[in-house]
């Protein structure tokens, strides 16, 4: 009996050495050194992927012509997991508006094989198979066009005539790594050619390009805000106020998108529904990346289907959390508990190349295990944990932001809310005979409506001034305890990070108690807010907290305007947060989100996003 073709092929690659197998030496080359063209210099090393060395490929995951739709032939929306499920690399095709996204790869010429010789070239290990597409560039030996891009499997040979031309390849991934216990990204291209009675053998290791979060050291190409859709909405009057303030302060530096299909109208918090990634691979004029948005990991929360239905397009692709954990609406799952790290090597000598995620725990409550594998599988940017339980609705971007400043040398510093320098303001405007002064400076409408949660009448009364707010031993005791988190997480930043206590900025901020029995969801639904842990409380900001704002990298800061005080015509809060911000070069450009963000739970960064730009991570390596 004739030994299994594979089984032999593997024999004879196994024991014959390549020096004696005569002319027959088939090469395959993927751009292994990264320079962005394929050729020569990438056969050294080839078959050993490493993070410094090593052929890169692209999720195509965009929707280049538009085709995926939302809606099932009787209108019904599709499930999370169909409407995720399409997208240019979810068929066989590689159209041209999507070629660009496919990694190129191709064998050299073999000038003098027999007429008889036969080739394949194939993908392994077999469960990664699947997770790829390969094509070759079908040339039409009539005209001397290339006409198509054809799919290439274990199937498909390659006679004599192409192999002695050389065979011009494509690879793109159908899907992201999600678990990488389940597949890393990693792929083996092999090409065999079998002439005669010679059977060899050579492939080229390549890996999937990692998701990776934007940090604040790249600049905002596009802001994002939401609709929030017609004037029958709740806060929709609002809304367009907000949405002219920011409009203003981003001045035309870069487009505003707006998110606009959602049904949940109400759903304003452009931070917290996605969470913009990208993926990129060295390309003949620099990196081709493709953004990956990352759909929260609150199934139910309707508008992040947007990322999708709106967003999702040539470039733009969408990561949809697996089932399991994420269920729901929970607040931990937020977009605004994610926040990004800029490059650095820790105190104990880690390299984070392209940073690394910050993200909030509840108490001993993890965000969604399906978000933090995904992050964690991406095997560069592994999640760092502070405690975020002690805020109503507990996010990273109301306690701590990332600065760049070319001030310290690793080009980044931290800034952190901070109520001791909150509380000396308003002593020093007290002990210089202005304790009368009213607290809130805010004197617009203030009509409460259903989501108006947090709003508090006596907060905007004239008799709630500097010196009652001093006096008051509960406000004191809600800022001790949010100032021991504070403390407690930016130590842990700081054994981690290697800044200096003196690099950090301190931004003025307050805290005020909201810890409240949240009712039960009228959907009968997870409870989107955790109830209080015992003997914890739950806060959030006092006057509009100036750290939760926009960052938009060149030099502008997208702030929430303070209402603060205001003694001798200035706003004291306003001018203290300019000056932490002028410390790192940036003016801070206020908008009114009192009504629209802050009495219903968050500022301007939450009600915000950024697509940034997209680098070559690689470099770095
Ligand atoms: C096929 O490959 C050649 C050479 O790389 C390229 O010029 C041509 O555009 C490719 N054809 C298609 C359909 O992309
Ligand atoms: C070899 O393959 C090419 C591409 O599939 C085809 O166009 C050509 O006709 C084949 N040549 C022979 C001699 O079979
Ligand atoms: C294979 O072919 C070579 C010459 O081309 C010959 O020397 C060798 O004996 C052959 N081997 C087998 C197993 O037929
Ligand atoms: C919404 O309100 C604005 C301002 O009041 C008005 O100009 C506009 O026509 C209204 N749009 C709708 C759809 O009612
Ligand atoms: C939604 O926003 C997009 C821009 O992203 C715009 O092209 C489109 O017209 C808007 N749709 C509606 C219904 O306003
Ligand atoms: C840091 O310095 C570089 C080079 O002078 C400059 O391009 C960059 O804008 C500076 N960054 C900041 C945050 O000041
Ligand atoms: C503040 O004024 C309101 C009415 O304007 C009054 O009800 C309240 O008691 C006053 N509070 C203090 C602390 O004086
Ligand atoms: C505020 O200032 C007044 C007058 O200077 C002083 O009597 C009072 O003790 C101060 N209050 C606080 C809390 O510092």
Not at 122 to 132: F, G, K, L
Not at 404 to 426: E, H, K, M, R, W
Not at 584 to 593: A, E, I
Request: glycine share 8%; with cysteine.
């Amino acid at each position: 009996m004739a030994p299994p073709r594979q089984l032999l092929s593997l024999l004879l690659l196994w024991w014959i050495p390549s020096t004696t197998a005569g002319p027959l030496r088939p090469r395959i080359l993927a751009d292994t050194n990264r320079d962005g063209v394929v050729n020569q210099r990438d056969d050294a090393g080839k078959q050993h992927w490493t993070p410094g060395r090593g052929a890169i490929f692209l999720p195509n995951i965009g929707d280049s012509s538009h085709r995926c739709p939302v809606a099932d032939l009787t209108g019904k929306p599709l499930s999370n997991h169909e409407l995720s499920s399409c997208h240019d690399s979810s068929g066989d095709l590689l159209p041209p508006s999507s070629t660009r996204y496919a990694a190129p790869l191709l064998t050299l010429p073999l000038p003098h094989v027999s007429d008889e010789a036969e080739g394949r070239i194939y993908t392994e290990p077999a469960h990664a198979s699947n997770r790829v597409r390969l094509f070759w560039n079908e040339t039409d030996v009539m005209t001397g066009y290339s006409s198509v891009w054809a799919v290439v499997n274990r199937q498909v040979t390659f006679n004599a005539t192409t192999l002695r031309k050389g065979i011009s390849l494509a690879l793109d991934g159908r899907e992201l790594v999600t678990d990488s216990k389940v597949w890393d990204g990693s792929i083996t291209v092999v090409f065999e050619v079998t002439d005669r009675n010679r059977t060899v053998r050579d492939s080229v290791a390549m890996k999937q390009a990692p998701v990776l979060l934007h940090h604040h050291l790249q600049r905002a190409e596009v802001v994002l805000s939401s609709a929030a859709g017609d004037n029958r909405t709740i806060g929709s009057a609002w809304q367009a106020h907000f949405l002219r303030g920011v409009e203003d302060a981003v001045g035309g530096d870069m487009p505003v998108v707006l998110f606009n299909q959602t049904t949940d109208r109400t759903d304003i918090w452009a931070q917290d529904f996605l969470e913009p990634g990208y993926a990129s691979m060295p390309g003949p004029e620099g990196p081709v990346s493709i953004r990956v948005l990352l759909r929260s990991a609150q199934s139910t929360r309707e508008a992040g289907r947007q990322v999708f239905s709106q967003l999702r397009s040539a470039g733009i692709g969408g990561f949809q959390p697996g089932p399991g954990s994420g269920f729901g609406w929970e607040e931990i799952n937020s977009g605004g508990n994610i926040e990004t790290i800029p490059p650095y090597t820790s105190r104990s000598g880690k390299r984070w190349p392209t940073g690394r995620v910050v993200m909030g725990t509840h108490f001993g409550t993890y965000p969604a295990e399906s978000m933090t594998t995904f992050l964690r599988s991406q095997g560069t940017q592994t999640p760092l944990f502070i405690e975020a339980g002690w805020l109503v609705i507990g996010h990273v971007d109301e306690m701590v932001q990332f600065l760049p400043t070319n001030a310290t040398s690793l080009g980044f510093t931290v800034a952190i809310a901070d109520t001791t320098a909150a509380i000396s303001l308003l002593r020093t405007a007290n002990a210089s005979g202005h304790g009368d002064t009213p607290f809130l400076s805010y004197t617009g409408d203030a009509t409460p409506d259903e989501l108006t949660v947090f709003l508090d009448p006596n907060m905007l009364l004239p008799n709630t001034t500097i010196s009652t707010v001093l006096a008051d031993p509960t406000f004191h005791e809600t800022q001790v305890y949010a100032q021991k988190y504070l403390d407690q997480n930016l130590r842990l930043l700081l054994r981690e990070i290697p800044l200096q206590e003196n690099d950090i900025l301190r931004v003025p901020t307050l805290f005020k108690d909201a810890t409240y029995p949240w009712p039960a969801m009228p959907d009968g639904l997870p409870r989107r807010l955790n109830l209080p842990h015992p003997g914890e409380k739950q806060l959030k900001a006092m006057v509009p907290q100036a750290l939760n704002g926009l960052v938009l990298g060149n030099g502008k800061y997208v702030a929430p305007k303070q209402w603060g005080p205001v003694v001798q015509g200035r706003d004291i809060f306003a001018d203290a947060v300019e000056k932490v911000y002028a410390k790192v070069g940036m003016q801070v450009k206020w908008v009114d989100d009192y009504m629209t963000h802050h009495v219903r739970g968050g500022e301007v960064h939450c009600g915000t996003n950024a697509l940034r730009e997209m680098g070559a991570w690689w470099e770095g390596e």
